[in-house]
């Protein structure tokens, strides 16, 4: 019996830990129709390069909807990647916007199926200033919000996953 794909993917990880390279390969293994919300912006040539590289790993069969500050309404066909919920939810804690984490949730469960990729922030160092304490309470009680409604959540380390809660579909490792 194989294993259902899950609707609601919550994949954690550090800066380059192969979080994104690996949602990627999790949505490629659905075999179904590929949406991409990109939140980050360019504000200077070291983001624009890692923006392109992404988009050249990630290669042009994707519906790519840029999207740094409203992520809403999700796309109703086929599967979205959310890259990131860390630069997202950043991007509206520098405009002074709160963002609506239960309308989040529930449009991420009202789509067919929503892989999230998001840092884990909460690793590190106690931050020295207000608003970078602000910003990892406010991660932190994110991720903790849809990892508590997600069917799967994989931590990757090292570019390695590892399983926090659900079951890795069969065709993916």
Known sequence: MSKKFPKLTLILGGANS????????????????????????????????????????RGGNWNTIEAPLDILPLPKKGIVLIDCLTLWLSNNLLEDKDINTENFINACLDANHVVCVSNETGLGVVPDNYLARKFRTAQGQLNQQVAAQSDLVVQVIAGIPLVLKGELPENIS
């Open 18 to 57: 192969g979080k994104s390279a690996f949602a990627e390969k999790l949505v490629i293994s659905s075999g179904m129709y590929k949406n991409y919300i990109a939140t980050a912006q360019a504000f200077d040539d070291e983001m624009q390069k890692k923006i392109d590289k992404h988009q050249k790993d």
